[in-house]
């Protein structure tokens, strides 16, 4: 076995988490979680805007990172790449300063981060999502041959970006939008969820998936599967849970209408609501609202695709493992048959 660190950076969440990664006696990567931590730093806060990394976001991101270089030490995870990958998303790709993060993360955990592409970081995403239990939805499309399962569309919806990925057991086809919570709250948002900024917000959307369409069938998914923080809060939402609770949402199935209607509450939602609610962080409340309202366009556009294509989509499935399981996957040295792991 070989014990690894994998870092993910995104805009809104920086996360480590260490194990044990091995193959199993089928060739396939898996992971031994010894530790996982998730830090809001809020690094891509007016990114956006301005194109550059704001310097107490900066501030308040090398901070986690020491810490995260502290628990590598502790748990014994050794220094140099083949042991430790940090990737950096869509926050860090777009600022023009990217070199000052790029070097305090060098001097901290003696690594070179990586500030990945959208593709790279959709191909992460997709191969971490396999370390999900297959539902009863990866079954033979028609047409597709009885032995062939029809494809997953794997959504990971972040604070800077939003990736869609296609594929059975590796990517067919992908996609790095420019859209997440983050950055549809700074542009539309800001000021509160009125029915000029929504109306705004979803035309944004779904002019991004128009593009999306170009690249990605959404009609071809015989499952729909979400990533990441919005989503899980989104399902914890429609779940009725008192808090977060990694049980009841890995691997959760839902109608496509129970996820919309979770989603239309949360974009009108209070404060005071927000507040409540166990399973949300204080520093995702302000972007929530944009997180779902870019949920909903997505599951809206392949629930109208599927259904036309004649394959109604039937549940929207919520997966726990995601690119930070992907990163760590990428440092098993024998891969077997799974797609997506480093050179």
């Known amino acids: 076995m070989t014990r690894v660190a994998a870092i993910d950076c995104g805009t809104n969440t920086i996360r480590l988490l260490i194990a044990e990664a091995r193959c199993d006696d089928s060739g396939r990567p898996r992971l031994e979680v010894l530790r996982r931590r998730n830090e809001i730093v809020r690094l891509g806060q007016g990114v956006d805007r301005t194109g550059l990394l704001d310097p107490e976001a900066l501030e308040r991101t090398l901070a ?113 939008l420019d859209t997440g919570s983050v950055r549809i709250t700074e542009r539309f948002l800001a000021g509160g969820v009125t029915p000029e900024a929504e109306a705004a917000a979803r035309a944004e959307v779904r002019g991004l998936l128009d593009e999306a369409e170009r690249v990605v069938d959404l009609s071809a998914p015989g499952r729909l599967i979400g990533l990441a923080g919005t989503i899980t809060t989104v399902t914890a939402h429609a779940l009725d849970l008192q808090a977060f609770d990694p049980r009841a949402l890995n691997g959760a199935e839902l109608s496509p209408q129970a996820v919309l209607a979770s989603c239309e509450a949360i ?77």
Not at 299 to 323: C, F, K, M, N
């Open 267 to 343: 974009v009108h939602s209070t404060a005071e609501q927000r507040a409540s609610w166990g399973y949300l962080a204080p520093g995702r409340r302000d972007v929530i609202a944009a997180g779902a309202l870019v949920w909903s366009e997505v599951v809206t556009r392949v629930v109208e695709r599927t259904t036309a294509g004649g394959r109604p989509l039937a549940h929207v499935a919520t997966s726990l493992y995601d690119i930070l399981d992907g990163i760590a996957l990428s440092l098993v040295p024998d891969p077997g048959p799974v797609e997506g792991a480093r050179a």
């Open 64 to 176: 986690a990172v020491a810490s995260y270089a502290a628990d590598c030490t502790e748990l014994g995870v050794a220094a140099g790449g083949d042991a430790r990958r940090f990737v950096a998303t869509s926050a860090t790709r777009d600022a023009r300063n990217r070199e000052d993060f790029v070097a305090g993360v060098r001097r901290l955990l003696g690594i070179e981060p990586e500030v990945v592409s959208g593709q790279e970081e959709a191909r992460l995403s997709f191969t971490g999502s396999l370390l999900g239990a297959r539902g009863a939805a990866d079954t033979p499309a028609p047409g597709r041959g009885e032995c062939a399962p029809a494809p997953r569309l794997v959504v990971d919806l972040g604070g800077g970006s939003t990736e869609l990925v296609l594929g059975v057991d590796a990517p067919s086809a992908a996609i790095s």
